[in-house]
């Protein structure tokens, strides 16, 4: 157990830490998208940098991470774990894909900000909660234009999209959602001063985008 544990967790982070923004970026385009807009290897500011589909084939490999890091789990730990403690043991997994995307090791620790890969741990083990928590990213982006406020609000939703859409015992997946918001809101607290401010950029999908700095 102790093994397949380690493991488990091990091949978690090493998915969660392709840089999909940035090897699609030089593979593809010849660009590396740290070095333009904000800065950030994520499916943003590629939209920024590399345009539409750039962004959204790493936002489609971004949530797959989220997937494989629980599905890879079944390959290191035993059948004969409980549904409770699989559970935990799933989010665990989850959670250490995420910071795996906000710190990989394949580019010294300088990532994205988590958000599609913990959206990615949703959709494979609280499709519902997951259901929710777009349609307030969806609606907050569309109003706003602001992709952090988008974020922000998904992730401040989360809790109580679990509470709602969950069977008891929830404590693994209400410990999960806030340990999440807890690290939506590190990787966003520039945005958050800068949305403060009134600085933060909106994003045009029609157009220029401005980055954020």
């Not at 333009?36 to 500011?45: D, E, K, P, V």
């Amino acid at each position: 157990m102790t093994f397949g544990w380690i493991a488990a967790l091990a091949t978690a982070y090493f998915i969660g830490s392709i840089p999909s923004a940035v090897w699609l970026g030089r593979w593809l385009y010849g660009t590396d998208v740290r070095q333009s807009g904000s800065g950030n290897a994520g499916a943003t500011n590629t939209f920024r940098v590399l345009g539409a589909r750039a962004a959204a084939a790493v936002l489609l490999v971004d949530v797959v991470k989220g997937m494989l890091a629980i599905v890879q789990g079944q390959w290191w730990l035993p059948d004969e774990l409980s549904d409770h403690q699989r559970q935990w043991i799933q989010l665990a997994l989850g959670f250490v894909a995420g910071l795996g995307h906000v710190f990989p090791v394949y580019t010294q620790f300088r990532g994205g900000k988590g958000v599609a890969t913990f959206f990615g741990v949703l959709i494979y083990l609280f499709p519902y909660a997951a259901l929710l928590v777009a349609v307030v990213f969806v609606v907050v982006l569309w109003i706003t234009r602001i992709v952090s406020a988008a974020s922000l609000s998904a992730a401040l939703l989360l809790p109580l999209a679990m509470w709602l859409t969950v069977s008891p015992p929830r404590t693994a997946p209400l410990v999960f959602s806030l340990v999440m918001l807890a690290t939506v809101v590190f990787t966003h607290r520039q945005n958050i001063v800068r949305l403060l401010n009134g600085k933060e950029p909106q994003l045009n999908f029609a157009g220029k985008n401005r980055p954020a700095r």
